[in-house]
């Protein structure tokens, strides 16, 4: 799912531009002269950007014993999550859902149910509250076309892109048309783009997907060009992981799977939840 795996990395911090240590220093100052839940939680953000996830949680666990905050009570529910301790996760999303049956937290309570794998629960969730959001309709989407709903996945995201004009989600829609065997619509949305963009890895691959069963040799020589494109891109320090999962999900289209696995064991590595390279974790089962 390339579509959560960018709008991941546009909200991460960008070091170049923000100095996480930097912060958490400030923020310690703040709180040894005067802790407040606020301060508190500001810096278990800064932690989880370091992946002190311990740190976070004692910061976040010292931010509710000042005062119930509820935005505290959300992130502690995520890095618990993130942290296999699924039971404490859910009783907090359950708690924050009491205290306000809201969108964001239906989508919160869908997120945790999923990370603990009852994706029944993370649909039922997830539909409770009309998506506001990029992250929410992708999930949602997510969440339907692991149950077979290619289509109406497909239905979600296309008009989710005409609510917000997101790129992201208008290339949400396309894999998920893809999916859904949309071969014409989307096969002349991806020859246009391809004639006309300076990069075309992406949208080769995406056509290679959708053409894998009619036209094999024009499949093979996308995932050439793909691949040809993609090598001198990725750096070899803080490489692009957009790229990283581009050029795994192309060499297992092309049956290198062990390359491809190797990528897949970068972006595992990575702070990005599995649910961001779900389609290449997909291709090399």
Same mark, same amino acid.
């Given at each position: 799912?390339?579509r959560l795996?960018?709008?991941? @990395? ?8 923000y ?12 709180i040894?002269? $005067? ?26 666990r010292?931010?509710l ?14 890095? @618990? ?5 699924h039971?404490?996760?859910l009783?907090? /999303?359950?708690? @924050? ?14 997120r ?9 629960? $993370?649909?039922? %969730? ?7 959001k990029?992250?929410?309709f992708?999930?949602? $989407? %997510?969440?339907?076309?692991? /149950? ?7 239905r979600?995201?296309k008009?989710?892109?005409g609510?917000?004009k ?9 894999d998920?048309?893809?999916?859904? /065997? ?26 290679a997907? @959708? ?5 094999p040799?024009?499949?093979k020589m ?6 040809a ?12 992981l ?13 049956g290198?799977?062990e ?27």
């Open positions: 799912m390339r795996l960018i709008f991941l @990395l546009l909200c991460l911090p960008l070091g170049a531009h100095d996480v240590n930097a912060a958490v220093a400030e923020l310690t100052k703040k040894s002269k $005067a802790p407040t839940a606020e301060l508190y939680y500001k810096r278990a953000i800064e932690f989880r950007a370091l992946r002190k996830k311990v740190h976070a949680v004692s910061d976040l010292a931010a014993k000042l005062s119930p905050h509820q935005p505290s009570m959300a992130a502690l529910a995520e890095v @618990l999550s993130s942290k296999e301790e039971e404490e996760a009783r907090l /999303g359950h708690e @924050l859902r009491e205290l306000s049956d809201t969108p964001a937290n239906n989508a919160l309570l869908a945790l149910s999923l990370d603990a794998g009852d994706y029944e629960n $993370a649909l039922r %969730y997830i539909q409770k509250g009309p998506p506001l990029d992250d929410t992708l999930l949602h $989407a %997510y969440l339907l076309e692991r /149950g077979g709903k290619h289509e109406e996945a497909a979600i995201l008009a989710g892109h609510k917000t997101s790129i992201v989600l208008r290339n949400a829609w396309l998920t048309a893809i999916s859904a /065997g949309q071969v014409d619509q989307v096969l002349s949305i991806l020859n246009e783009e391809i004639s006309s963009s300076r990069f075309t890895a992406t949208h080769r691959i995406r056509r997907r @959708l053409l894998q069963k009619k036209d040799q024009s499949v996308d995932l050439k060009i793909a691949l494109e993609l090598s001198p891109r990725i750096k070899s320090v803080r490489p692009d957009t790229l990283i999962y581009d050029r795994g999900v192309a060499l297992a289209l092309s290198n799977m390359m491809a696995s190797r990528d897949l064991a970068t972006l595992r590595s990575s702070s990005l939840p599995r649910l961001s390279y779900a389609l290449l974790t997909g291709l090399l089962r």
